[in-house]
């Protein structure tokens, strides 16, 4: 009696099959995470900033670039808070 393996497509594979005309719907949960694009900056600190944001880095245990986005996020929304008492 032969065994039959189930493999999982791999995404060339599926995009194949579409191309195909065949109904491809069976490899999708419609379960996903939407992902915002992400844009890379460079910035320039001193020394001493440096030393503060990598401290905080080590005693919240997470990395320099959550610390600077958070600090980054939380600044973006106070100011916003300002704008909406002052109008």
Not at 53 to 72: C, F, G, P, W, Y
């Amino acid at each position: 009696m032969a065994k039959s393996s189930k493999t999982v497509p791999v995404a060339e594979e599926i995009a194949e099959m579409a191309s195909r005309g065949e109904d491809i719907s069976k490899h999708f949960t419609n379960r996903f995470t939407v992902v915002k694009p992400v844009h890379r900056v460079n910035v320039d600190l001193t020394a001493g900033m440096l030393r503060e944001l990598d401290a905080r880095a080590a005693r919240l245990n997470i990395s320099r670039q959550a610390v600077i986005k958070t600090l980054l996020r939380h600044a973006l929304d106070d100011v916003e808070v300002l704008k909406r008492r002052r109008s």
